[in-house]
Every structure is written in structure tokens, then in C-alpha cells.
């Protein structure tokens, strides 16, 4: 799996920190988003998933072909 943040939807609430804080980190300029890896192993793609769903504004793009 693989996993982004779509830089011009993010607008930082943080949602996708705290439901995956090992794969997302937030700005500590403007609170944006972004993943420390875009690989994403098996035993965190539910809470990549997770991250996903609660993101208001769409911004977390998941490819689970890759
Ligand atoms: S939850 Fe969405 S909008 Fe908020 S910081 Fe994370 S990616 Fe950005």
C-alpha cells in the first residue's frame, strides 16, 4: 500500500496524526500533514485506512495496488 497527502486539500486538523501517528507527522509551521513513508507495511494499513476516513477534507490519497 501506499499512502499521500494532497498538499492542496490539506488544511491540518490533525485527524490523521492521531489515528496513525507512525505514518503521519504535522508541520510545525502551519499544522499540514505529511507521511514520513510513502510505503506502507501490512500491520498499518487499517490505521492508514482509518486516517483516511476521518480526514474532512479528503486530502490522504491510499493506492492499494502498490
Ligand atoms: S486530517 Fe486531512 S486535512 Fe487534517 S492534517 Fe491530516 S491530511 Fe491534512
Known amino acids: 500500500?501506499?499512502?499521500?497527502?494532497?498538499?492542496?486539500?490539506?488544511?491540518?486538523?490533525?485527524?490523521?496524526?492521531?489515528?496513525?501517528?507512525?505514518?503521519?507527522q504535522l508541520s510545525d509551521e502551519d499544522g499540514?500533514?505529511?507521511?514520513?513513508?510513502?510505503?506502507?507495511?501490512d500491520d498499518l494499513g487499517d490505521a492508514v485506512l482509518q486516517a483516511q476516513r476521518s480526514c474532512p477534507e479528503q486530502a490522504i490519497v491510499v493506492d492499494t495496488s502498490a
Do not use: N, T, W
Open 32 to 41: 499540514h500533514a505529511h507521511v514520513v513513508s510513502q510505503e506502507v507495511g
Open 1 to 24: 500500500m501506499k499512502v499521500r497527502v494532497d498538499g492542496e486539500r490539506c488544511v491540518g486538523h490533525g485527524m490523521c496524526y492521531l489515528a496513525a501517528p507512525s505514518i503521519f
